[in-house]
């Protein structure tokens, strides 16, 4: 808990605003600031439609311009309020918060037409700033938090399904030979990859009758075996939710990371008091 002193400082308020979502000025800065990224995101796209741009290309990198001051200073005003502000900023967060102002700035830096497709690249990066709608929403921390995990799991259910598609195209391999289109192990592997995931692009196709068999079992797997990351996941879900319904908003000053205890006193990654 905050003592009555930091109550009234303002880098103490700034912060709760910023990094928070518990408060009614939280909540505000949030919509005002997805709202910006969808803007910007939307800016962006319509600059890369060649008669958009030539009718309008001039608003629309005022308005590029005008996202890009505004995230600047949520960006520095994010440092100012962290007493580490080095732990913010080497942070994945953080790094994204920076690609979503670069671009804009580093253009400035290529101003010859040899430097077009340079720009190009750069401009196609401030669609980066996608990433940063994910730490305002619940649902996604919840999915990447189960993803990492079952990270181990997916390992080894990967590994599983890298092991049978090697075998069967090296059957596949074996049974129907380079005269049907099986010109090698790796070709055969590559079918069985299409064929298991149910995708069946048809550039190669058995042609006897047990290559067809084989083809037959091979799509009747990828049925099941489709479905187990999808289990693995879901229950992982399942925990996540039970763990973070007990979780608050609050944001460590000291490292900005989020994820404590809604009576939590000290944040659990830097052990500075909250």
């Not at 990447?144 to 990270?151: I, K, N």
Request: hydrophobic letters at 50%.
């Amino acid at each position: 808990m905050a003592s009555p002193t930091q109550k009234h400082d303002w880098r103490y308020r700034l912060h709760e605003i910023i990094f928070e979502a518990d408060t009614p000025g939280g909540k505000a800065f949030d919509v005002m600031l997805i709202v910006s990224i969808l803007m910007s995101i939307a800016v962006v796209m319509l600059e890369s439609v060649e008669t958009v741009r030539q009718q309008v290309g001039h608003e629309l990198r005022l308005l590029e311009w005008g996202f890009t001051i505004l995230f600047s200073i949520e960006y520095l005003l994010r440092i100012v309020t962290i007493r580490k502000p080095h732990r913010y900023i080497i942070s994945f967060y953080g790094l994204v918060d920076l690609i979503a102002i670069l671009p804009t700035y580093l253009s400035l830096l290529f101003p010859g037409g040899q430097y077009l497709l340079v720009i190009r690249i750069l401009r196609i990066l401030r669609v980066f700033r996608v990433l940063r709608l994910v730490l305002y929403l619940r649902e996604g921390e919840v999915i990447l938090q189960a993803l990492r995990g079952s990270r181990r799991k997916i390992t080894v259910f990967l590994f599983a399904v890298v092991t049978l598609v090697t075998i069967i195209g090296s059957l596949m391999y074996m049974i129907e030979g380079s005269e049907n289109g099986f010109t090698s192990i790796p070709a055969g592997i590559y079918w069985a990859v299409v064929t298991l995931t149910t995708v069946g692009y048809g550039d190669i196709a058995p042609v006897t009758i047990l290559g067809k068999f084989l083809a037959t079992v091979v799509m009747i797997m990828g049925y099941s075996i489709i479905a187990v990351p999808t289990g693995i996941v879901t229950a992982e879900v399942a925990q996540v939710y039970k763990f973070i319904d007990k979780q608050s908003t609050q944001a460590c000053r000291e490292c900005s990371l989020e994820g404590h205890a809604k009576d939590a006193t000290y944040c659990k990654y830097c052990g500075a008091k909250l």
